[in-house]
Nanobody
């Protein structure tokens, strides 16, 4: 069982930056691929970014390439989402998720554990 707790959300002006953190419980964090998804009001949850268990591979949605980066610190059981050059369309609740095993890393259904989400609001 893994529990995920996101933090770092808030209100920022367009062009600004935020850094989200996701702290995981348990001693097997280093075996999980980690992903971030987001859901805007009235829209479906969408993939944002992911990192493999080793940190050796990263995956990005086209909409965030060049602006968002993901990293992990397995010693601290934490994954980070650095968001730069934020746009109003980035406004959403951001969810951290963890998965093991096979499946497409960019799809929500392949993730077993989810955090409660943190709100990110980008004003124009």
């Amino acid at each position: 069982q893994v529990q995920l707790v996101e933090s770092g959300g808030g209100l920022v002006q367009a062009g600004g930056s935020l850094r989200l953190s996701c702290a995981a419980s348990g001693r097997t964090f280093s075996t999980y691929d980690m992903g971030w998804f987001r859901q805007a009001p009235g829209k479906e949850r969408e993939f944002v970014i992911a990192i493999s268990w080793s940190g050796g591979s990263t995956y990005y949605a086209d909409s965030v390439k060049g602006r968002f980066t993901i990293s992990r610190d397995n010693a601290k059981n934490t994954v980070y989402l650095q968001m730069n050059s934020l746009k109003p369309e980035d406004t959403a609740v951001y969810y951290c998720a963890a998965r093991v095993g096979t499946g497409i890393i960019t799809t929500a259904r392949s993730y077993r554990y989810w955090g409660q989400g943190t709100q990110v609001t980008v004003s124009s």
